[in-house]
């Protein structure tokens, strides 16, 4: 039995620190983004003037911001398949199949989440390049090299290739974690049941997964959204905006517009568009969940 | 049979990148053509010492050593706390706090970057390693703090019984008793946020975007890559050094890192 007790002034040093800092650095922010998305501020003059919803309406005229949307929704969506499927396989292979040495692969495939984002971005690169690795092997096996990083349709294939090796070792514990939920009874009854390998894995653990399914769906989608390291070090958002995402697109609007002088306010409007857009998602999934029932009763 | 073959193939593409950093690094001919990387004789040192001296990566492997060990000190501390006082105390409320740390993990580092960023200029941080420290720290934690809380709560109350007996005041019982057993907890908050801020690259390069003094190894990383001539083997070298101390930091602690991230999809 879990007990509290009440000693306001002991909870309120204890949580002092934490409260604090959820104040000054996340609603404080949330609130201060807020009013720089009404107003024409560049970042840097003191005085800025109040312009109403101004920022939102050129947002929605801005090729370069819907540009951003898509490829932040499209890279959502891939990345999430690409990395699940192949992820949830390999996680299968190695905790299931006929493979000794189970720890020494977790390792391998765990590997990338360590690897710092710049430093992944900086390898694939030279990987990639145009007389690269990964060109000369294609060349040993009759195709022509890529120029993966100057091509639109390329250079978007090249991120998503890299986050399903860098999100490997993330989803790969997860899965670790989803395995774990399946109870050894079940296991240990299905193959007395004379169950195959891949009976297995259909008829029992992606059904009895499934809440772990949704759920790692759910984080891999919210975290492709936010995806800025590895793009930014890779491509930078580039070639032609190929794959400016949304988090790219603030960013460059925010701190680096090289070509414009910043506009801080903008950003900060697409900031809270950024915010909005699982929300949106979530609650579109909704709507379409209830229509759905509707529809069959 | 086939199954083993995927595997292992998979396993040498995932470690591929790793090994190419290497060979880049330790080849003194600056190229990234994969033939010219396997000879033999352009192998050499010389990348490291111009990492570490000409591209300044010896100031950001110190910045970076800094901002992490400072950073994952509070963290601890704030998260053990926080967690304490949500399992051991009632108090006004406590729902309103935990719904509001949860709506704050959903929301994408970059939205935070453009205020965080005002803030930490009007407390004039904005490009020192103080300002850096006090954006990591400033996050929501929250996974830490549930783990401590059910970590907490699983525990007897007897040992808050006992340690009332013995006169302990309650910042002595959470110091000297609870703060201690929480080892496993404390392990995992420690390897799993060194490995976060020690990577960390977004706040990083926005504040030392006026102040190259404060890079940390991430954003020298990519720094470099814009302001010098490509020099990919001074590069990659760096890159070994970003890494290495990492990996060493994940082959030893790997049960209290799995642990960590984990705690994503229980909790």
Request: hydrophobic content about 55%.
């Amino acid at each position: 039995m879990k007990t509290t007790r009440k000693n306001s002034s002991a909870a309120f040093w204890f949580l002092l620190p934490m409260v604090s800092c959820l104040i000054i650095f996340q609603l404080y922010p949330i609130a201060l983004n807020l009013i720089y998305s009404f107003l024409n501020w560049n970042g840097i003059s003191s005085t800025a003037n109040f312009i109403g919803l101004d920022n939102y309406i050129s947002l929605f005229q801005d090729a370069q911001f819907w540009n951003a949307l898509k490829n932040s929704l499209l890279y959502a969506l891939l990345a999430t398949a690409l990395q699940m499927g192949i992820s949830f396989g390999l996680a299968y292979l190695v905790e299931y199949g006929p493979i000794r040495r189970k720890g020494f692969f977790r390792v391998i495939f765990i590997l990338p989440i360590v690897a710092a984002s710049a430093a992944v971005g900086m390898i694939f690169k030279t990987l990639f390049s145009y007389d690269g690795m990964v060109n000369t092997v294609l060349n040993l096996i009759g195709i022509p090299s890529v120029s993966w990083l100057s091509s639109p349709l390329w250079a978007f294939v090249l991120i998503l290739i890299v986050s399903v090796w860098k999100e490997m070792g993330t989803l790969f514990i997860y899965w670790m974690a989803g395995f774990k939920t399946v109870s050894t009874d079940v296991i240990e009854a299905a193959k007395m049941d004379g169950l195959s390998n891949g009976g297995m894995l259909w008829r029992i653990f992606l059904p009895l997964m499934k809440p772990v399914i949704l759920l790692v769906g759910f984080i891999t989608f919210v975290n492709s959204l936010k995806a800025f390291d590895l793009i930014q070090t890779l491509t930078g958002g580039g070639p032609y905006f190929a794959t400016e995402m949304l988090s790219t697109f603030i960013y460059q609007t925010a701190f680096n517009s090289s070509m414009a002088p910043p506009r801080m306010s903008y950003a900060a409007s697409a900031a809270i568009v950024v915010v909005l857009v699982p929300v949106a998602i979530y609650g579109l999934i909704k709507i379409i969940k209830s229509a759905l029932e509707r529809s069959r009763s | 049979m086939i199954r083993k073959t995927i595997v292992s193939i998979a396993a040498v593409l995932w470690l591929t990148p790793f090994v190419i950093m290497v060979l880049i690094a330790v080849n003194q001919t600056n190229t990234t053509s994969f033939l010219d990387l396997l000879n033999p004789s352009s192998m050499g040192v010389k990348n490291f010492a111009d990492a570490w001296q000409q591209g300044d990566f010896s100031v950001g492997f110190f910045n970076t050593l800094i901002v992490t060990v400072v950073s994952v000190a509070a963290i601890l501390l704030l998260s053990a706390m926080a967690g304490y006082a949500l399992s051991k105390f009632s108090f006004l409320g406590k729902k309103l706090l935990t719904a509001l740390m949860a709506v704050t993990v959903l929301i994408p580092t970059v939205f935070f970057t453009i205020p965080v960023y005002q803030i930490l200029r009007m407390m004039h941080v904005d490009t020192t390693l103080a300002g850096l420290i006090l954006a990591e720290v400033g996050g929501a934690h929250v996974i830490f703090i549930l783990m401590f809380r059910q970590f907490f709560d699983n525990l007897p109350n007897e040992l808050t019984e006992s340690a009332k007996m013995d006169g302990c005041s309650e910042y002595q019982m959470f110091w000297k008793i609870y703060f201690p057993i929480s080892k496993p907890i404390i392990g995992t908050v420690v390897i799993t946020q060194s490995i976060w801020t020690w990577n960390s690259f977004l706040f990083p390069l926005i504040l030392s975007l006026n102040n190259p003094a404060v890079r940390t190894l991430s954003v020298g990383i990519y720094s470099f890559q814009g302001e010098n001539i490509v020099n990919w083997g001074a590069m990659a070298a760096a890159g070994c050094i970003t890494i290495l101390p990492v990996v060493v930091l994940f082959l030893c602690f790997q049960k209290y890192f799995i642990n960590g991230m984990e705690g994503a999809v229980k909790g």
